[in-house]
């Protein structure tokens, strides 16, 4: 059984867009750099030609894990999400009680993860381990360096 994963209408509409970018113009550079390597000469010999065909199986692997996961995605409804645990597009502030250190992280759906703009995967170990939790629990989370307890300081949307 395929797995469902939740986005936002944004992340949503960027899949969309890239799986048309993928479609619309990828696939016919593709085909023309197939048709060209292929007037060239001798297809037994030609790195061209295969490298060409390659490139395209590639693209066609992304179009079908993309229309996979389009045909298994949907759309997060915020406004029946529970506002006092740690849940998808909640935004959460966290508090290393190892180091002090405060980070805010906001849980998305893997496709939408972006740590340089404060969104992890709540597939990754801290999104896993933040998933369910409520202001003033205690989330311990296996990392590679061990074991890290994180206080959950703040939740909002």
Do not use: H, W
């Not at 998305?108 to 801290?126: F, H, R």
Request: proline share 2%; aromatic share 4%.
């Amino acid at each position: 059984m395929a797995k469902i994963s939740y986005y936002t209408s944004e992340g949503l509409k960027k899949l969309k867009d890239e799986l048309n970018q993928l479609k619309d113009i990828e696939r016919p550079k593709a085909s023309n750099a197939i048709a060209e390597a292929r007037d060239k000469g001798d297809l037994s010999e030609n790195a061209e030609y295969d490298a060409a065909k390659e490139a395209q199986g590639m693209l066609e692997m992304r179009i079908s894990k993309l229309e996979e996961t389009l045909s298994n995605a949907r759309i997060i409804d915020e406004s029946q999400l529970d506002n006092t645990k740690a849940l998808v597009l909640s935004q959460v502030k966290i508090k290393n009680n190892l180091n002090g250190m405060i980070m805010d992280y906001t849980l998305v759906a893997d496709g939408e993860a972006d740590l340089s703009k404060g969104k992890i995967s709540v597939n990754s170990p801290i999104g896993k381990g933040l998933l369910g939790k409520s202001v003033g629990d205690i989330a311990q989370i296996n990392v590679p360096s061990g074991i890290i307890d994180f206080e959950i300081i703040k939740i909002s949307r």
